[in-house]
Structure formats: C-alpha cells, structure tokens
C-alpha cells in the first residue's frame, strides 16, 4: 500500500489581531498526489487544507478539509493515522 505524497504547498502565518490565541497559527494548503486505486484519489487532483499550531518548540494539526483542486470542493472523506502522521512531520519540518 502506498501512502499519499506531498507534492508542493502554500503556507501563510494568521495573525491573531486580537492577542487571545497562544502559539502561532499557520494555514497550509498541500498538493497530494495518491495511488488512482485509493479512495482519496480524484481525477482533478486532490489538495489538503491544514490548521497547523506551533507552540514551544512543538506542533500539531488543529483541523484539515480535504478539497478538489480545481474547484476547491470540499470532500467529505477522512485521512488515515498515517497519513496524518505524514502531514504532521511535512508541516513540522516546513514550518521550522
């Protein structure tokens, strides 16, 4: 079984105007390519939208959507545990 890969992202720090939240706050968008027999797999590509909070030198993914590419329909599927843990370490590594 082969898992999803990361092809490329965007990454852009939210600012928190009112100074509530702790940590900073990072929206990601990534380009995710999966084997055409998974059921994530689409024919017009696949993106991942994460939430991502880095705090004190560690991180975690506070929510994502998985969209079409090139409609930015949202779908209504979940990632796996190791999936995740995938997203988890490329934003960790990225944001670094």
Known sequence: ????????????????PFGILS????ELYLDIEVDEDDELHLE????????YVAEDGEGKIVSYSLL????D?????????E????VAAFCKENLE
């Open 83 to 86: 999936e995740l843990e995938i």
């Open 44 to 51: 017009n590509g696949l993106r991942l939208k994460v939430l």
């Open 73 to 81: 329909k949202y779908i209504d599927l979940a990632l796996e545990a």
């Open 1 to 16: 079984m082969n898992l999803m890969k990361i092809t490329g992202f965007t990454v852009e720090k939210l600012e928190d």
């Open 23 to 26: 940590g900073d706050r990072y």
């Open 68 to 71: 079409e590419n090139t409609t």
